[in-house]
């Protein structure tokens, strides 16, 4: 298995411009989570999807849009890029495995800049 | 959600035991510790959980305070690998197991 795979690794993107990032898993995981990581700090949940068709919002989820329309994959739309957006992104993913284990399995991360 | 208190900062020498301390006073009764640590430059990757015994696994051992209200997360035997930012996280049951709250962490440097 692959595990969880992000593209791009690296992207820079000028102030207005939109992008996604993409994320997909090869281990049929229910659940699905976008964080955003700032220099020198843990992880903010933006964005997160329990099943194909759900999602949900985190904390911190202004400028950013999600859809989930297959198990597999979890991309993340930036509507319109602000330097504030600039960070590491992880995608990472999970499933309601009994004995409420909710391992989280995460990807390598994708690093934006904004200018 | 109930928050945790770890030091910001630890050292310790290879093939020596790591104890990494966490602080969880406010801890539900329903919520379970987990704890994640990320190497440099690569996404967190779990560690171990525990709800209410103590936990061991191939990776680490887990000490939960009889009250609940702190844990101890035990590398037996570090080695240069095992630098990283250890992340101590409370998740109460009712919530997604996709929806975790990181804080700042510990970071852990390990000397030859």
């Known amino acids: 298995n692959a595990g969880v795979t992000q593209t791009p690794k690296f992207q820079v993107l000028k102030t207005g411009q939109s992008m996604t990032l993409q994320c997909a898993q090869d281990?049929?995981?229910?659940?699905m989570s976008w964080y955003r990581q700032d220099p020198g700090m843990g992880l903010r949940l933006i964005h997160y999807?329990?099943?194909?068709?759900?999602?949900d919002q985190g904390e911190v989820p202004n400028g950013y849009n999600v859809s989930r329309s297959t198990t597999e994959d979890f991309p993340l739309r930036l509507l319109s890029a602000a330097p504030s957006q600039t960070s590491v992104y992880f995608c990472a993913s999970s499933y309601p495995a009994g004995g409420n284990s909710y391992e989280q399995y995460f990807g390598p991360g994708t690093r934006l800049t904004v200018t | 959600d109930a928050k945790t208190t770890q030091p910001n900062s630890m050292e310790s020498n290879e093939e020596e035991p790591v104890h990494l301390p966490c602080n969880h006073s406010t801890i539900s009764g329903t919520d379970y510790i987990h704890w994640y640590r990320q190497l440099p430059s690569q996404g967190p990757e779990y560690v171990i959980h525990?709800?209410?015994s103590n936990v061991n696994n191939r990776m680490a051992s887990l000490a939960i305070a009889e009250d609940r209200k702190s844990s101890t997360l035990i590398l037996h035997r570090a080695t240069l690998r095992d630098a990283a930012v250890y992340y101590c996280?409370?998740?109460?049951?009712?919530?997604?197991?996709?929806?975790?709250?990181f804080g700042e962490g510990t970071q852990l440097t390990v000397n030859p």
């Open positions: 996280i409370l998740r109460s049951a009712g919530t997604s197991g996709s929806r975790l709250t």
């Open positions: 999807s329990v099943g194909a068709g759900i999602t």
């Open positions: 281990m049929n995981h229910e659940y």
């Open positions: 525990g709800l209410t």
